[in-house]
T-cell receptor
Framework: NAGVTQTPKFQVLKTGQSMTLQCAQDMNHNSMYWYRQDPGMGLRLIYYSASEGTTDKGEVPNGYNVSRLNKREFSLRLESAAPSQTSVYFC??????????????FGPGTRLTVL | AQSVTQPDIHITVSEGASLELRCNYSYGATPYLFWYVQSPGQGLQLLLKYFSGDTLVQGIKGFEAEFKRSQSSFNLRKPSVHWSDAAEYFCAVRSGGGADGLTFGKGTHLIIQP
């Protein structure tokens, strides 16, 4: 049981390049999330998916797109990377489909640098 | 809108001493509150959570937290810290406005002195 896995662990992009961050969970969870973590800012929600086939914007969605490929996988795409998107990106998942108290489990993160 | 404030950016505690990390929240309805810990270069691990019932919540690694509605606080405590407790600690509340997800505080960096 690997939990939440993310690839890649590290990535360096040039401004304007595109890339997709991958996330997968093997816990049969329904909801999945993407957060970004910046120094001194805590984590901020980018997008989430309450179930397969649905996605919704979080606090900071601009510049990102997401795809809930199936129940296990939730990808985050940067179409044209900007230096402001330099951050550590975390994927998380939980079993429930609504804003309830069940625990979100986090992946190890992807450290992205945009030059 | 919901928000979480962690007033202390850094805290230094001697090994074996007690610890209290402060968290204040703003949320219109009954909050679901969480404390997560992040070790360097790692993801986040849940320490404990509160959603109803007993306002004193026990978590992993000897941590506990007390929900005080009148003070809008959810402070994290540990009676005796160990060097392995050095990490970043985040308080979080469920996001409001119909959105799912968590709203996090900016974190408190805990340093343990030998």
């Amino acid at each position: 049981n690997a939990g939440v896995t993310q690839t890649p662990k590290f990535q360096v992009l040039k401004t304007g390049q595109s890339m997709t961050l991958q996330c997968a969970q093997d816990m049969n969870h329904n909801s999945m999330y993407w957060y970004r973590q910046d120094p001194g800012m805590g984590l901020r929600l980018i997008y989430y998916s309450a179930s397969e086939g649905t996605t919704d914007k979080g606090e900071v969605p601009n510049g990102y797109n997401v795809s809930r490929l199936n129940k296990r996988e939730f990808s985050l795409r940067l179409e044209s990377a900007a230096p402001s998107q330099t951050s550590v990106y975390f994927c998380a998942s939980k079993y429930g489909t609504h804003a309830g108290p069940d625990t979100q489990y986090f992946g190890p993160g992807t450290r992205l640098t945009v030059l | 809108a919901q928000s979480v404030t962690q007033p202390d950016i850094h805290i230094t505690v001697s090994e074996g001493a007690s610890l209290e990390l402060r968290c204040n929240y703003s949320y219109g309805a009954t909050p679901y509150l969480f404390w997560y810990v992040q070790s360097p270069g790692q993801g986040l691990q849940l320490l404990l959570k509160y959603f109803s019932g007993d306002t004193l919540v026990q978590g992993i690694k000897g941590f506990e937290a007390e929900f005080k509605r009148s003070q809008s606080s959810f402070n994290l405590r540990k009676p005796s810290v160990h060097w392995s407790d050095a990490a970043e600690y985040f308080c979080a509340v469920r996001s409001g406005g119909g959105a799912d997800g968590l709203t996090f505080g900016k974190g408190t960096h805990l340093i343990i002195q030998p």
